[in-house]
């Protein structure tokens, strides 16, 4: 039998939680009722799984062998070999500061003299190291906004707001002159599709859907159709650009960037606060090298940085639409859409069936 032992410490209590699992060892030389199946245990110290950016971990292996003489143990750090010992006994410490935020994965596979290995898991949580920012805002202008818009993608270029609404049947994409909040351009899709996030980048404009993990890619200036992408995402929700990638969100605590002329995925960020991994992020906009994001059915949204998936900043939007609400006897949804005017550096925000579009600043709590 097989079992070796892996050990987390940091300064905190202590509590020892045990994980197995079986591999099924041969002996061809044996009938199958005297299989060996060695089994190793996991022993982690202290009883939870997150750390913060910044902690740095001590990894104790210890191998026990029932049977057999032991040959080696490795250990593997976010699929990378960092330690190989022929100690029953060893360790392996390392510094989170480099990290980013997100799930981590340690891997152990002990060897015996006769080549039969046993292998274990575990993963682990970096949380952020910074407590965000928090913004409440004031409202510098309010214009009227259509409230049959189920808003669901937000975008503003050389004074034209593009906008894109959701549900079936009532998809479409809107371009709207800023100046008197006309639409000079509209485009609906198909009644099958759920129209979502929508970005523009090199004079094409980019489409999710809901649920069909369908993306269009139109010609910016006609809506001509250019072509379709699918993507393996369950479902699409925001999607903003940093002026060279794709950025796509789907409700989970994920951003995947993806390349805008094959459409495939580059690489994915974790976004987390100091708290936890934060899900429903929705309606993307890239602003001053930042990424803001609707979290859908709250208040709130929140700041980025694109490079480490921490959340710098939290802008509390409550009582925005209530105070504006008069005389409004159709039903609204949630906060989102954020539109951000590049070339006069407003920001807009409104929501689905919103009857009112703002023009905010932010004011530090």
Known sequence: MLTFTLIMRTLSVSVCIFLF?????????????????????????????????????????QTKIKDGSFSKVELFLDGKSVLVSDKIECSFEFETRSFDVGTHYLKTVATKEDGTTGENYLDFLLLSDIIPAKFGY??????????????????????????????????????????????????????????????????????????TQIGFVRDLDTFELIKTWNYKNEQGWGLTNDGKSLIMSDGTEFLYYMDPETLTQIKRIQVCNNRGVVINLNELEYINGEIWANIWTTDTIVKIDPKTGKIVAEID??????????????????????????????????????????????VKK
């Not at 906008?163 to 100046?179: A, H, R």
């Not at 590049?342 to 409104?350: H, R, S």
Request: charged share 25%; net charge positive; aromatic share 12%.
């Open 317 to 362: 939007f409550k009582g925005l639409l209530s105070s504006n609400l008069i005389n409004q006897k159709t039903p609204v949804d949630v906060l989102n859409g954020i539109a951000y005017d590049n070339e006069k550096n407003k920001i807009y925000v409104t929501g689905k069936l919103w009857p009112k579009l703002f023009e905010i600043e932010l």
């Open 21 to 61: 699992t079986s591999v099924v060892l041969v002996n061809c030389a044996q009938s199958s009722k005297h299989i060996r199946k060695p089994v190793t245990a996991i022993q982690i110290i202290p009883k939870h799984k997150n750390y913060t950016i910044g902690d740095k971990l001590t990894v104790n292996l």
């Open 138 to 211: 004031n409202i510098i202008k309010s214009y009227p906004h259509n409230n049959k818009y189920f808003t669901e993608g937000f975008e503003i270029r050389n004074g034209f707001l593009y906008e894109s609404t959701g549900q079936e049947g009532t998809s479409s994409i809107y371009k709207i002159d800023l100046s008197n909040l006309k639409v000079v351009k509209e485009y609906k899709l198909d009644n099958k599709y759920f129209g979502e996030g929508i970005t523009i980048l090199n004079k094409k404009i980019y489409q999710l859907t809901y649920k």
